[in-house]
């Protein structure tokens, strides 16, 4: 377990739209903001139109929703878990860029910041292990 983040940390934290929208159809729309230096956190904003008011959620490795901010720094501060065929994929991979043969399998991996996405030259999706996915194959193997 590392040291629990505080508040003051997250307002130091920057965070980028990630491409998730969310529909709720007449009720509201949302999108998600991928936390930067804390990949593993996802923000979601909701704003419902016809009472003009918002709800911000959190969620923390793509699995664990959490309503307050209390809740995902507290799960921030335990290591992720990734199951046995994640850590054999984990493996798999290297710190170099490389093309991935499929995408979906890799998604909960980039959830719990053990991999970053990337283009090459020709545009093509590309991924590579952070510091802490190679950690984790290492400790694994």
Known sequence: MTAPFTEADFNGWRFNRNGSHFNGGSAFFGYGHRCIDQPRLLVID???KRTRT???SYMVDGTTPCATLA?????????PHP???QLALLRSLST???????RGPLLPLADMG???WGRDIDNKVTCRLTADGAKLAAEAR
């Open 46 to 48: 909701k704003f419902f």
């Open 54 to 56: 918002t709800q911000r």
């Open 71 to 79: 809740d995902a720094l507290a799960a921030l501060s335990v290591p």
């Open 83 to 85: 199951s046995e065929e």
């Open 96 to 102: 170099d860029w490389m093309s991935p043969d499929r």
């Open 114 to 116: 053990l991999i970053e």
